[in-house]
């Protein structure tokens, strides 16, 4: 099993930030990629930033600039970075994480639960 678990939702006024963190446990033999989505009430869920193994690190054209995706020392976890946040970033935000198991080699992709972004104008 692999569970993914996000924290640091919340409330927030229009031009402020939050930081989002995300961690990965369990059978995990190495992780390929983490990422964000997001899903705002009546849209489709949408990519916001990923981050693949190496380091390198795609955005959607709403995150360039403002958002900013990091995996932390431990490498099981990655950050989200939300500055100058904007009513339409309200959304409820997703980690998503694709690994090799451990026991199997085979490739997973976990969900976690999600985590709440209300931004208030």
């Known amino acids: 099993q692999v569970q993914v678990v996000e924290s640091g939702g919340g409330l927030v006024q229009t031009g402020g930030s939050l930081r989002l963190s995300c961690a990965a446990s369990?059978?995990?033999?190495?992780?390929?990629?983490m990422a964000w989505y997001r899903q705002a009430p009546g849209k489709r869920r949408e990519l916001v930033a990923l981050i693949y193994s190496d380091g390198t690190t795609n955005y959607a054209d709403s995150a360039k600039g403002r958002f900013s995706i990091s995996r932390g020392n431990a490498n099981n976890t990655v950050y989200l970075q939300l500055n100058s946040l904007k009513p339409e970033d309200t959304a409820v935000y997703y980690c998503?994480?694709?690994?090799?198991?451990?026991?199997?080699?085979?490739?997973?992709?976990?969900w976690g639960q999600g985590t709440l972004v209300t931004v208030s104008s």
């Open positions: 998503n994480v694709d690994v090799i198991h451990l026991h199997t080699h085979n490739y997973v992709e976990v």
């Open positions: 369990g059978s995990i033999f190495s992780i390929n990629t």
